[in-house]
T-cell receptor, first 110, second 116 residues
Framework: RKEVEQDPGPFNVPEGATVAFNCTYS??????FFWYRQDCRKEPKLLMS???SGNEDGRFTAQLNRASQYISLLIRDSKLSDSATYLC???????????FGTGTRLQVFP | DTGVSQNPRHKITKRGQNVTFRCDPISEHNRLYWYRQTLGQGPEFLTYFQNEAQLEKSRLLSDRFSAERPKGSFSTLEIQRTEQGDSAMYLC??????????????FGAGSRLTVL
């Protein structure tokens, strides 16, 4: 099993839709998780950290499910500007080696 | 200090040549990471430093790759005897990892390598 797995998509959704992505991980000892956003031909940028209790920032909600070893990202009321690739990131075992998933591509259309 | 700076932004070279990329991290950051990214893939870990110490190097890297961070500030990534398969975007990121808090990476814009 890969350390971090994501559905590459693309997810094509209309404006205003709600969309959710999952990311599964194999290292059960991971303590911190992140979602990064990457626009086409740009560098990744932090979207949000994922806490055990979940994390909400405006239209974005991140959840952690330790039992099933996945994290999720929910985007409500999708905007055209949300079109990007969403990368799941976590440290490998008990190190600071941060591993990225392949990313899930989201395309929001009018 | 406006963020992580990488140079050159683009490099085109012939197979067999050596190339070197430079990364200037955010000044107060003690961690520095190098990643490689190809089209349709997420960033692939290459190596990382805490201050001047190289803590880990990916087993995927051949001996043609070497990275340094001699004074714990800027870092260089050298690729010797380049191959066409080395063509990729090379991303540098830095972070500050203290006794508490999350290890949040700030990326540079990347150095795109094309090997002909």
């Amino acid at each position: 099993r890969k350390e971090v797995e994501q559905d590459p998509g693309p997810f094509n959704v209309p404006e205003g839709a709600t969309v959710a992505f999952n990311c599964t991980y194999s290292n059960s000892a991971s303590q911190s998780f992140f979602w990064y956003r990457q626009d086409c031909r740009k560098e990744p940028k932090l979207l949000m950290s994922v806490y055990s209790s979940g994390n909400e920032d405006g239209r974005f909600t991140a959840q952690l499910n330790r039992a099933s070893q996945y994290i999720s990202l929910l985007i409500r009321d999708s905007k055209l500007s949300d079109s990007a690739t969403y990368l799941c990131v976590l440290p490998l075992y008990n190190t600071d080696k941060l591993i990225f998933g392949t990313g899930t591509r989201l395309q929001v259309f009018p | 200090d406006t963020g992580v700076s990488q140079n050159p932004r683009h490099k085109i070279t012939k197979r067999g040549q050596n190339v070197t990329f430079r990364c200037d991290p955010i000044s107060e950051h003690n961690r520095l990471y190098w990643y490689r990214q190809t089209l349709g893939q997420g960033p692939e870990f290459l190596t990382y430093f805490q201050n001047e110490a190289q803590l880990e190097k990916s087993r995927l890297l051949s001996d043609r790759f070497s990275a340094e961070r001699p004074k714990g500030s800027f870092s260089t990534l050298e690729i010797q005897r380049t191959e066409q398969g080395d063509s990729a975007m090379y991303l540098c990121a830095s972070s500050f990892l203290g006794s508490s808090g999350a290890n949040v990476l700030t990326f540079g814009a990347g150095s795109r390598l094309t090997v002909l």
